[in-house]
């Protein structure tokens, strides 16, 4: 089994920032990709950002120049660094792992709330 958590949600005012960090463990031999993703209510769920074990990124262009990804390998964990915030960002995200080997799949933890107030 896998466990993925997320934490680092809160409440910030427009144009405030928030930090967000995701952890994964347990059966892991090896991961591909991590990342983030965003879901309010009755709407889809949307990519974020990710990150590949080479370090490769990739952002939605919603969120260009105000997010950033980034991870530590070793510890399997990844951050999103959360800046210049707006209501639209408003949501509940969560951190997606995708692991290869035996126990490949994609593994999600539970989530974590981000309130943007105008």
């Known amino acids: 089994q896998v466990q993925v958590v997320e934490s680092g949600g809160g409440l910030v005012q427009a144009g405030g920032s928030l930090r967000l960090s995701c952890a994964a463990s347990?059966?892991?031999?090896?991961?591909?990709?991590m990342g983030w993703y965003r879901q309010a209510p009755g709407k889809q769920r949307e990519l974020v950002a990710t990150?590949?074990?080479?370090?490769?990124?990739s952002y939605a262009d919603s969120v260009k120049g105000r997010f950033t990804i980034s991870r530590d390998s070793a510890k399997n964990t990844v951050n999103l660094q959360m800046n210049s915030l707006k209501p639209e960002d408003t949501a509940v995200y969560y951190c997606?792992?995708?692991?290869?080997?035996?126990?490949?799949?994609?593994?999600w933890g539970q989530g974590t709330q981000v309130t943007v107030s105008s």
């Open positions: 997606n792992v995708a692991v290869s080997g035996s126990n490949r799949g994609n593994y």
């Open positions: 990150i590949t074990g080479r370090g490769s990124t």
């Open positions: 347990g059966s892991i031999f090896s991961v591909n990709a």
